[in-house]
């Protein structure tokens, strides 16, 4: 939805609206929204955080990192521990207690987005292969060697360096049509070049000729090299996409970089080797998983975690807005989204208070209650006189 154009995300806004107003729910205009990347990052902090019981202690725990990674997308947010000057920067409020946030929406970052680059540098590094019916064929190392199959490739025509003059007039040919037939070389070291050229946005699939692995290398943008303010002590909890590879591929639940090599190098021959793989592409997610950790975000030496895969932004999302939409204007203009403090009292806790309150007032009251086995003299005693003063004796 981010990325449609104008025209197409109003008429799109414009449907919802209907069905939401034909099925009675209460709305206002201005809650059907797209939701932006770092609202969806900080609602997956929020969601995180309460989920795993931080925010429910009186003292301030550290909370949770959140490294989200979708098909698009790559969510990434912090605590840090002063007020920074940044444009990803955010200041939350939850309860009595105030967050300094960095967060990080990184669009093209996704698995779906990370795999496409990868072909197209693979198009731009090597000499595309005219095969049957005329269309071109590229070879992917993270793939079987028996894998051949039509792929729609968004950027791999009309580049501009190609490798013979005749190459780059069929290309130019076939601009209008984007298929090629995408077949697997199954090479476990050109894969995990190719991962970790597509993990740090790089143009060129051989990463060994642009930078030293000793050193993290960060993301390439438009404006050169960024590199994000992450807190390399932290905490992180990495969800969704990355919960999803660890869990197919059977990894621990602590993210080992090493571990997460030596896997890859034990396990994808046996992925290549086995023809009922349910995913073709597992090879490359684990390489481009273990390259975003280690040369794109710099967290070789964080506390990673996978999990829970029960996460979502949109439990984040029911309590901030539950709580911030019903707020009044003026106090929303301050900028700043606070969710409720909730303490859970435990049951036994309640009882015991009443209890003792109910002891308090029979204490402290002159009803005096009748004891068992007393005689009538004493119960008689505790009524009121309705007679007047006994008369003395003559």
């Not at 109003?10 to 205009?29: A, Q, S, T």
């Not at 967060?103 to 590094?125: C, K, Q, W």
């Not at 051949?148 to 049509?177: D, I, P």
């Not at 029911?318 to 969710?339: C, H, M, N, P, V």
């Amino acid at each position: 939805m981010r990325r449609l154009a104008s025209d197409d995300t109003r008429r799109v806004l414009e449907d919802v609206e209907d069905v939401v107003e034909n099925h009675g729910f209460l709305y206002r205009k201005d809650w059907i929204r797209v939701l932006s990347g770092n609202k969806e990052a900080y609602y997956g902090w929020v969601s995180l955080n309460y989920k795993m019981r931080v925010f429910e202690n009186f003292s301030r725990l550290p909370t949770l990192g959140l490294l989200d990674l979708g098909g698009s997308s790559l969510q990434v947010v912090t605590e840090v521990d002063e007020l920074r000057e940044d444009d990803h920067h955010l200041v939350s409020k939850i309860g009595l207690m105030e967050h300094q946030l960095l967060i990080y929406s990184l669009p093209a970052f996704g698995l779906n987005e990370a795999f496409d680059r990868s072909v197209v540098m693979l198009t731009h590094s090597e000499a595309l292969r005219e095969s049957r019916d005329g269309i071109f064929e590229v070879r992917h190392p993270c793939l079987s060697s028996s894998y051949l199959q039509n792929f729609t490739c968004h950027g791999c025509f009309g580049l501009e360096r190609m490798s013979s003059e005749n190459v780059t007039t069929k290309m130019e040919e076939k601009e209008l049509s984007s298929y090629i037939w995408l077949a697997g070389s199954s090479n476990w070291e050109n894969c995990k070049e190719l991962a970790r050229a597509a993990a740090v946005n790089s143009s060129n699939s051989k990463l060994s000729e642009l930078e030293n692995h000793s050193k993290c290398i960060g993301l390439s943008s438009r404006t050169g090299k960024m590199m994000l303010n992450l807190t390399s002590y932290s905490h992180y909890n990495a969800l969704s996409g990355f919960f999803a590879i660890s869990n197919r591929l059977n990894l621990s639940a602590k993210a080992n970089l090493t571990k997460m090599w030596e896997t890859g190098e034990h396990i994808c021959p046996r992925l290549w080797a086995d023809q009922r793989s349910t995913s073709a592409q597992d090879c490359f997610h684990l390489s481009y998983m273990a390259s975003l950790f280690e040369d794109a975000l710099c967290l070789r030496n964080a506390e990673i975690t996978f999990g829970p895969g029960d996460i979502s932004w949109t439990l984040g999302a029911a309590l901030i807005e539950g709580d911030y939409l019903w707020r009044s204007t003026s106090e929303s203009q301050k900028g700043f989204l606070t969710l409720k403090w909730n303490e859970r009292i435990s049951s036994s806790f309640l009882l015991f208070a009443l209890l003792s309150f109910l002891l308090l007032i029979v204490h402290h009251s002159h009803i005096k209650l009748p004891m068992p086995n007393r005689g009538t003299s004493s119960t008689r005693g505790c009524l009121p006189s309705y007679l007047g003063p006994k008369r003395q004796p003559a």
